[in-house]
């Protein structure tokens, strides 16, 4: 199967810095890619879909100027968490579209706010 | 907005138990995955379905579009099969993100 990288895979942050998540795809081009979070015990829940060149779609309750998105390549798309506070602490995945109905995850990046 | 409920929420079997999960969904989908979650939280993907049946070694997954219901089995289950098992729609299309179940938490026991 395709292969989808996130870095980093675990971070701790002290409450007010920013954090950046990449999420690549390394064997295959994607024009979309889906950013989903996963609270303890919760089902995961998609964020914002990541259009390249254009502006993300965020989901509603989804605060676009907190969790910023940018994708900038067809094989990279980057989250960044602003002003983080202990509320952000969560799971992040990200998968990428390869084609129709075809997603492939990312291995995740467990974020930790201080 | 599609619901997806899948059951049971947790389960426990002796290896070498048949295991059935089960997965429902409120609205018409493109495509239904059956996905597995691993303690560290990596995702991989099992099938994806949009009608019929699919196998993979000892794993089977089943649609039934009319019913809005899918399957997925475990035959002969082993230890390393415990991990989380998630159901997750595609509405529409299929470009767009996916809408996921809460969840099996699956434990085999030796």
């Known amino acids: 199967g395709a292969v989808v990288s996130q870095h980093p895979s675990r971070v701790i942050c002290k409450s007010g810095t920013s954090v950046k998540i990449e999420c690549r795809s390394l064997d295959f081009q994607a024009t979309t890619m889906f950013w989903y979070r996963q609270f303890p015990k919760q089902s995961l829940m998609l964020m914002a879909t990541s259009n390249e060149g254009s502006k993300a779609t965020y989901e509603q309750g989804v605060e676009k100027d907190k969790f910023l998105i940018n994708h900038a ?3 990279l798309s980057t989250l960044t968490v602003t002003s983080a506070h ?5 799971f992040y995945i ?3 579209l390869r084609a129709v109905n075809e997603q492939f995850f990312g291995p995740g990046t467990r974020l930790t706010v201080l | 907005k599609n619901e ?5 929420q947790n389960l426990t079997a002796q290896e070498g138990e048949f295991i059935t999960i089960n997965c429902s969904y409120s609205v018409g989908i493109s495509a239904l995955h059956w996905l597995q979650q691993h303690p560290g939280g990596g995702i991989v993907s099992l099938f994806m379905l949009s009608s019929g049946k699919k196998k993979h ?5 089943t649609i039934n579009i009319q019913e809005k219901h899918s399957s997925l089995h475990i035959t002969a289950s082993h230890p390393r099969d415990s991990a989380v098992y998630i159901c997750a729609v595609n509405p529409g299309g299929g470009a767009d993100g996916l809408t996921f179940g809460k969840g099996t938490h699956l434990i085999i026991q030796p």
């Open chain 1, 73 to 75: 390549s067809l094989t």
């Open chain 1, 86 to 90: 202990p509320e952000d602490s969560s």
């Open chain 2, 57 to 61: 070694g000892r794993l089977i997954a």
């Open chain 1, 94 to 96: 990200c998968s990428a």
């Open chain 2, 4 to 8: 997806v409920e899948q059951s049971p």
